[in-house]
């Protein structure tokens, strides 16, 4: 199995996981602030969370993906950093608990350490394609959320889910965790669904 069979034999999970009003509102400029403030927040929680997994999935990593998993690392971090002044700028706090499905996608991550490593990496390879396939679908969008729609649909976060993609498929080639690592895409579109759907309804905080 390689990472690409997933999204076409799961084409529909995927595309729920991918596609949304909340994008559409962010591309024809009608999305409710609320619901902004309510992704932002909630993003900065699920940021905060897949870098403190993606941390605990180094030191058990095959060496050909450790350069790879350490630079996603570092690009979290960032992400945390770029957050927070986003949040100052909009005055918003960042202090909030996190949303029952935010929290249900932070006991997923935290699975996956115990999972196989072909499905922990299958799973953060669909996390960060899910946003850049998401981001895509809201381009070019209003001025107001050029920095958003830019972060992750830039050339450069695009070359970086290919890499994701490359290191999934080395970790795919034996075929001894397909199983595993296909619930795990699985689980990730689901969430990545209900992550829309979440902040949509603009109640996360
Ligand atoms: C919910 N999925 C969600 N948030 C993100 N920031 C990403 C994926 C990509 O890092």
Redesign the pocket.
């Known amino acids: 199995m390689k990472p690409a069979d997933l999204l076409k034999r799961h084409a529909a999970a995927w595309q729920a996981a991918t596609r949304h009003p909340f994008l559409d509102a962010v591309r024809d400029g009608t999305l409710a602030q609320e619901a902004f403030a309510t992704w932002l927040v909630q ?1 900065y929680c ?2 905060s969370d ?1 870098f403190a997994v993606q941390a605990h999935l180094l030191p058990s990593a095959p060496r050909y993906a450790q350069n790879l998993l350490i630079r996603n690392v570092a690009a979290l971090e960032s992400e945390l950093t770029w957050f927070e002044a986003q949040a100052k700028t909009l005055n918003l706090s960042l202090n909030t608990s996190p949303h029952p499905v935010t929290a249900a ?1 932070g006991k997923f991550m935290r699975t996956l350490e115990q999972r196989p490593f072909a499905a922990a990496i299958t799973a953060t390879w669909a ?2 394609r ?2 850049l396939e998401a981001w895509q679908s809201a381009l070019p969008g209003q001025p107001r959320y050029r920095d958003y729609i830019e972060r992750w649909t830039n050339p450069a976060f695009a070359s970086f889910v290919d890499e994701l993609e490359q290191t999934c498929a080395l970790a795919l080639a034996s075929g001894d965790a397909d199983k595993e690592a296909e619930a795990a895409f699985l689980e990730v579109a689901e969430l ?1 669904r209900a ?1 829309w759907d979440m902040a949509w309804s603009g109640t996360g905080q």
């Open positions: 993003d699920f940021a897949e996608y996390i960060e899910a946003y990545e992550f």
